[in-house]
């Protein structure tokens, strides 16, 4: 058999005549780093791009504030002159002489707990109530929310009026031969108002919520306890509490944090009066920095609000691995 000669790179080989020549794909070495823009990356700076506008929401609203607060309170800033001067922790020490801190954390308290407790317990009850078919629902459903969405000033204004000594609330009881005291104008009778007010505008918001949780219980679980021979109150303290606890969790935190912050009920109804008994400490703060213009000082009592918040909200967070029913 004849064979032809081919040369590759000086070398001969014998190939026979005819036969294919199998010649190895020539291999290009990898351009070192690879490319810049890879799947990762791009993923990564999409979800970058989704989480920058909040962010930025609290850096601008949050950070920075809290920031300006620290250092107001080591100040003493006349907004007169403009002279900021360092007093380091007499803002901090001026909480322990402030004769009427104790005043205003006792209304706080008396004020947040009302409005928990009745936010809570109505939101729930009005949520079972409304969790079952009956006609016209839809139609009380849209009225105890609707509420919520009335301008906290303009529902104020209307409750003033209507708790006036010659209001409207008085004007009713006196269709019964009841007078009515002075809302307002009366120790007791202006914090139940401040109260009541705060948690008729609000409720809406907890039934809401209880009342898509009420709609997640599994149904079978109540057959099933009717058929074991359980009551309606077993069934709602052994079923449905537990299996609703973690909406019990976010309107709790919801509640006490919004109680906390409530202003415009307090500035509108009474201004903290009479006296220092609807005096919250939001209203306090307010007092402090702007009424009186002791910026330092108001600050201060800011950063002592924030702080409270936050206490309350890690207490609950950790009380839930007690009575939120997945936690471990």
Known sequence: MTSTRSTTRGASVDAPR??????????????????????????????????????????????????????????????????????????????????????????????????????????????????????????????????????????????????????????????????????????????????VTQVVRSVGINMVLFLSALQGVPSELYEAARIDGARNRTMFTRITLPLISPTLLLTAIITIVGALQAFAQIAVLTQGGPGLSTTVLVYYVFQQAFDFNNIGYGSTLALMLLTFVMLLTVLQWQLRRKWVFYED
């Open 18 to 195: 005819g036969a294919a020549m199998d010649v190895a794909p020539r291999s290009f070495p990898e351009r070192r780093g690879g490319r810049f823009w890879t799947m990762a990356r791009r993923d990564a700076l999409t979800g970058y791009l989704f989480i920058t506008p909040q962010l930025v929401g609290v850096l601008v609203f949050v950070l920075i504030p809290v920031g300006l607060a620290i250092y107001y309170s080591l100040n003493d800033w006349n907004i007169f002159t403009g002279e900021l001067s360092f007093v380091g922790g007499e803002n901090y020490a001026a909480l322990l002489d402030d004769p009427q801190l104790p005043s205003v954390l006792g209304a706080t308290a008396i004020f947040s707990g009302g409005v928990v407790v009745l936010n809570i317990a109505l939101g729930l009850a009005l949520a079972v109530m409304l969790n079952r078919r009956f006609r016209g629902v839809t139609l009380f459903r849209t009225l105890f929310f609707s509420p919520v969405v009335v301008s906290v000033v303009a529902w104020t204004l209307v409750w003033g009026l209507l708790l006036q000594d010659n209001g409207g609330i008085n004007g009713f009881l006196a269709q019964f031969g009841v007078v009515g005291p002075n809302w307002l104008q009366e120790g007791p009778t202006a914090m139940a108002a401040v109260i």
